[in-house]
């Protein structure tokens, strides 16, 4: 049997991350959750996770900012965004990376879960 996806959700809202963390568990994934993105960079497990769901506006480090720092550092996480501010500017922006999704908040719980588990197929 394979293990549990491994999903990371870095949102600087604690409510946010804690319907994410229940609504993926539910869904069966295994999921870390970070409030920042600088607390997702120092974290103590190295293990990439398999998705990474990142919010565009994080206090410090940005999500496409974050996202940037670990595709320079070489690391391909599947990555969904997932915002407040539907700007087209900032879905501009996110053009930059090849093979991400972004999502308006307040989204529809299987909307996400679909998405993971779209990026997740081989």
Do not use: W
């Amino acid at each position: 049997m394979a293990p549990e996806p491994l999903v990371a959700v870095v949102d600087d809202d604690v409510s946010v991350r804690r319907s994410l963390l229940r609504l993926l568990r539910s869904a069966g994934f295994h999921v870390v959750v970070y409030d920042s993105g600088e607390a997702f960079l120092a974290r103590e497990n190295p293990a990439s996770p398999s998705c990474l769901i990142l919010d565009i506006h994080l206090a410090g480090i940005s999500g496409p900012d974050l996202k940037q720092e670990l595709d320079h550092r070489g690391s391909n996480i599947p990555t969904i965004f997932i915002t407040a501010h539907d700007e087209e500017a900032t879905r501009e922006g996110l053009r930059r990376f090849p093979g991400v999704a972004c999502l308006r908040k307040p989204f529809a719980g299987n909307t996400l879960v679909d998405l993971i588990r779209q990026t997740l197929k081989p």
